[in-house]
């Protein structure tokens, strides 16, 4: 039975459950529901989360393991003299799925008999004809140790299935017998599946946790596999990014770094005063109408894909700079300063407007919570609007709108779209904003993209990369809500 | 008919700080104040009583145009102050704010330094020409205020850190620093302990000296102690209006007389 159909007799199971123990409930309280401990409602589901829950926990958990466990058992089977020079065991392994792929489909297609796809020799019969007849590509004739693993393959796996189908069904049909069992009324059920909806709920959150673990242990483990083929001490204090393909490569993160913090500096200095003017103008001055109509107005801008702004770097912002400090004698300053459009400002300005509706909304926020009895106070000594925001609701909302900006400058520094179209390629210390220089984001996504072999130092170095920039904005991210958390106390 | 301890209180004929003339509030639909007509005189405390919602709130809001903040509440009617009306356009609302002080209900001190909480309306006004002169103003104000002893080792910690009832008078204290010529207070004990009340109330009876003080509250018993006037308000109108110890001990209005047994509130 396919895991598709599984599901769903497991899922039928459980709404016959839920009618099943609705009734059953209801009968043992002799029709009236205002005997029984709980709801009907709440016997019947829970005899569906019985049946439901522990059966597809299962059922995922052996979805996960099974491959792994097929791998292992069949890659035992492969002997040492099958794997051919110059290659792995990696690689034998990927034919023997390719084959087994190429069975099963063969096998649907009715192209074989299940019978002759377990015992088909190579010896006897052109397989790899055969197969390419029904559209599977395979690089090389399949050699008979490769076959025989992957009709190992095959059969492990579908007896695995077939447990997988037995066990399943047992536990569901275990889990309604059970419960149905159990459902009368003074059972209280109510209380059950309280208890069981939160043991959903955590699992939800662990999940989301567990995966965030994963991805950073994943990084983890890359970064370390980097950090043996290349020196720790060039990757963070050389002086120059120069990857090649000799195998001598210099992947130092500095200049990266400079370019990354030097765009942001520029980002935040276009978003912190526009931001922060456009929240205070909101909060404090615009009326109702205004405010209905520009708050969204503003949160709408927060959410086009940055890609859009990488576009407007690329093909109107650069080029208007262009003309300005480019050109020579035709351009608006007549100097030339500026040979291309992607530039540390061209990137810097593009992020600063893409930063402005984030930091203004944030800061709008951290305002309005500034209590109306400070603004009472200053304006009831004699002071104008401007200088109660000035002198009392600026400096009582700065904590907060600190931490703002740290949020805004982490944004920035993992921000990747904008510096991949607009910051240019080029690895450099420099200080000269019209220079195009790189990023750390930008490299890894070069480094990442094109022919790679995932198993060198110019690949890895990505990883790296990547979990440097985590823990840099990690950092920043808990130093802003740790600020802004601090802040929020004291007006409670 | 008084009793001793209000006729003692009860002063010779004041001039008159404040005078309201019809008096009409608006929150956009809803009339919370109707006709309203009040004598507020110099060198007196004025109280206003009555139940929760009646608008003494807004009423005091009126007299430092302090109502101009809230978009929906419009005001109609005359209030002069010194015989010139407030609501004249050519007069300024922050200039006036300068002249009529306001205490609130909860202690509001700005998170700032105890010194600078004080010196911000002399600076913002350009009181004083030097250092010097702004410290002179400061302690003036402490003093005035029944705080200085209190403060005077820490006048750089921040006036959040004091207790509620040091706030109140800190922010006192922070009104009286502009040299206003009406302070008024809106319920300024209703968050404080009796302690810290009665060292406001003590303050508020030595206020009288150099301001007319106008003073809301919820407290019939603070009314009667610390004010010479009384106003009596309900559902948006002045109902009875007099000396406060003819208020409480033989109303006229049969209204004021069921607030102050306890009938409504
Ligand atoms: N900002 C406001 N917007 C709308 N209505 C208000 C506002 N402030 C007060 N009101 C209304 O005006 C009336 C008087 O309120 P208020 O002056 O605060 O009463 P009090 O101070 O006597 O308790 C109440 O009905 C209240 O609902
Ligand atoms: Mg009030």
Redesign the interface.
Known sequence: MPTFWLVVFVFALAALGFLAGRARALHSAGGNARDLHSLPNYYGANVLLTTLVPALLVLGLWLMIQPSVVQYRVSGMIPEQAIPENSTLGLVMMDVHQVAAGLDLAVDEGALTEQEAGTIRTEFTDLRARLGELGVALGSDVRPEVLQAAQRYRAIDASGHRNMVIVVTLLALAGLGFSWQHTNKDFRARNVVEQGIYALLVLAALLAILTTIGIVLSMFFESISFFKLHSWTDFFFGGTWAPNFRGDSELSILPLLWGTLYISFIALLVAVPVGLFAAVYLSEYA??HVRAFAKPLLEILAGIPTIVYGLFALLTVGPALVSVFGNGPEGLLGVDWMSGATSVLTAGLVMGIMLIPFVSSLSDDIINAV?Q????????????KS?TVR??VL??ALPGIVGAILLAASRAIGETMIVVMGAGAIAKFSLNPLESMTTITTRIVSQLTGDTDFASAETLVAFALGITLFVLTLGLNVLALYIVRKYRE?YE | MYDIATTEKTVEQQVTKISARDVQVYYGESHAIKDVNVDIEDKTVTAFIGPSGCGKSTFLRCLNRMNDTIDICKVKGEILLDGENIYDPKVDPVQLRAKVGMVFQKPNPFPKSIYDNIAYGPRIHGLARNKAELDEIVEKSLRRGAIWNEVKDRLDAPGTGLSGGQQQRLCIARAIATEPEVLLMDEPCSALDPIATAQVEELIDELRQNYSVVIVTHSMQQAARVSQKTAFFHLGNLVEFGETGQIFTNPEDPRTESYITGRIG
Request: aromatic residues 0%; without cysteine; glycine residues 20%.
């Open positions: 009326n109702g209590p009895t400070m603004r009472d106070g200053s304006l009831g000594l004699g002071a104008t200088e002198q009392v400096p009582a004291q």
